[in-house]
């Protein structure tokens, strides 16, 4: 009888645990109740684009009834690394990650998952493993694509003008995007080259011999003046510069600016950008750098956001992409957002028309 008495006490404990086949709705206030510990791993403070990131996802989780452990990492893999042990230690259940390298989180990811926490990679693929469960990011190629089509719009190269001089810049070689940045600008830039519409004065252009560690301002600053020294001293003119990004452009025009340029006998190239960040956008007002990608934080933050939700209800997470981005290890189900160009006519409509910036943050 006892026997019986437990056995039947055990089943109803059981059934009870397992809701008893019902479906459970998981509202906000349950998600408070419980361990809702969401860990965001952010690369840096320092660029104002991971910066926004980071509080743009904290607010929107938050609001959304779940705790946040942010934390940046001052772009120093190891400190990367042991933020992310820790989170895993406070038990979080889901990891957001915006790798500094995307090849060093292999051992740290796997830990998350044998502790049964979903990664999702942020904006940047983490590499050669299988156990990073979705990735949300921007089109990193058509990131690219943007940048090609505004030199070849600028340039009239349609139309056949040309030649004209041009210098490229790449992104971090430990940043799988700037691959993709890279190889999307050339999809539009690479005809006119071979043409010899587009001329390398420098004759650099092999990703690796442009490309710049870290995304480091000062590092661009250094390649231009090493390129303005070589092979531009003399008079040669130099038409355009193609920067993935504007912490590489900031350098550019830093070296540019000390080179004498900005006058009417020689006047800035045209220079392209990506994340319209607020130094940046000033140079477009002022007629230093011609253009940026702007790739709305906030939008990847509600997708993120919205993943994070779905992962947490036991559901999919919605994606659109599931061919492009292969880590070494599998194929990463993605979901891409839309990336824009911004030059001086269209930035108030599309950065303070939108409340990104206020007209005042600009001046
Ligand atoms: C991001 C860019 C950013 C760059 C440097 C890339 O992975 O996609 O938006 O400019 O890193 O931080």
């Known amino acids: 009888m006892k026997r019986l008495l437990s056995t039947m006490l055990a089943v109803i404990l059981m059934l009870s645990l397992m809701g008893c086949g019902e479906t459970r709705s998981t509202s906000t206030s349950d998600l408070k109740a419980e361990n809702n510990l969401v860990g965001v791993a952010m690369p840096t ?21 779940y705790t946040v452990d942010l934390q940046y990492a001052n772009n120093d893999v190891n400190t990367q690394i042991q933020e992310i042990e820790n989170m895993i230690t406070k038990k979080c259940k889901v990891l957001v990650v915006a790798a500094i390298d995307g090849a060093t989180l292999t051992n740290v990811i796997k830990t998350a998952k044998e502790n049964g926490i979903k990664v999702i990679a942020y904006d940047r693929l983490i590499m050669q493993t299988s156990n990073v469960d979705y990735y949300a990011t921007f089109d990193n190629f058509k990131v690219g694509v943007i940048q090609g089509k505004y030199i070849e719009t600028k340039l009239g190269l349609k139309e056949g003008k040309g030649p004209f001089n041009i210098e490229l810049f790449g992104g971090s070689p430990d940043d799988n995007n700037a691959t993709f940045f890279f190889k999307g600008a050339m999809s539009i830039l690479k005809p006119y080259i071979d043409k010899g519409k587009l001329v390398i004065p420098s004759k650099q252009k092999n990703f690796t011999t442009i490309a710049i560690q870290s995304w480091d301002s000062a590092k661009a600053q250094g390649r231009m003046d090493n390129l303005i020294t070589s092979t531009y001293s003399k ?44 130094p940046n956008i000033m140079a477009i007002i002022n007629d230093k750098q011609s253009m940026s990608v702007f790739k709305d934080t906030r939008k990847l933050a509600t997708k993120v956001v919205e993943m994070v939700s779905s992962i947490l209800q036991g559901e999919k997470a919605e994606v659109n992409d599931t061919k492009t981005y292969n880590n070494g290890s599998v194929i990463v189900p993605s979901y891409l957002c839309d990336p824009v160009y911004v030059e001086k006519t269209n930035y108030k409509k599309i950065l303070v028309d939108s409340g990104y910036y206020k007209a005042a943050e600009l001046k």
């Open 235 to 278: 008079g040669t003119k130099l038409n355009v510069i193609l920067s993935p990004n504007d912490s590489l452009a900031i350098g550019i025009v830093a070296s540019l600016k000390n080179a004498g340029y900005g006058t009417a006998d020689k006047p800035f190239p045209i220079l392209t950008g990506q994340d319209c960040d607020k």
């Open 45 to 65: 403070q320092s660029l104002q684009r991971w910066d926004g990131d980071g509080r743009n996802m904290k607010s929107q989780l938050e609001a959304k009834g």
